[in-house]
């Protein structure tokens, strides 16, 4: 991997990878019980989601290959969702604006159910205690 991201620098930008400092590879090796205190020569790189899909494009493996195709997928379910939210922004936009309206013409009556709201939140139903009492 790391000979394939070096035969392909220009692909990963400085937002794309970074490689870990002294100190966060040393509190990730203390994390991992398996690593040794030398049993890597250079500090690891860390990939951002863009490396990752660069990396995943660069590597040429059934397992890379496998991640491309995901990574393609979600970013199709990502606009599918993004197109989605846009319309329900939209309709949120419009309930508003009717909201507006009628609170408009009927502020009195908004005005009084927002009190009583108010009074339930500031004062909550007194509940019986259930359960064991030891002081008794």
Known sequence: MNQAVKRNIERFPA????QLTAEEWANLRSQIVTFSTDSRKYKPYAFTEHGILMLSSVLNSDR???INIQ????????RHYTISQNVANEQ???LRKLLMLYIEKNDK???DIILVLNNLIEQ???TKKIGFNAEK
Do not use: H, Q, Y
């Not at 937002?15 to 970074?18: A, G, L, P, S, V």
């Not at 990574?71 to 990502?78: A, G, N």
């Open 15 to 18: 937002d794309f990878m970074f």
């Open 124 to 126: 909550p139903p007194k």
């Open 92 to 94: 949120i936009a419009e």
């Open 64 to 66: 890379a290959i496998s």
């Open 109 to 111: 009556r908004v005005n």
């Open 71 to 78: 990574v393609m997928r979600i970013f199709i379910r990502m």
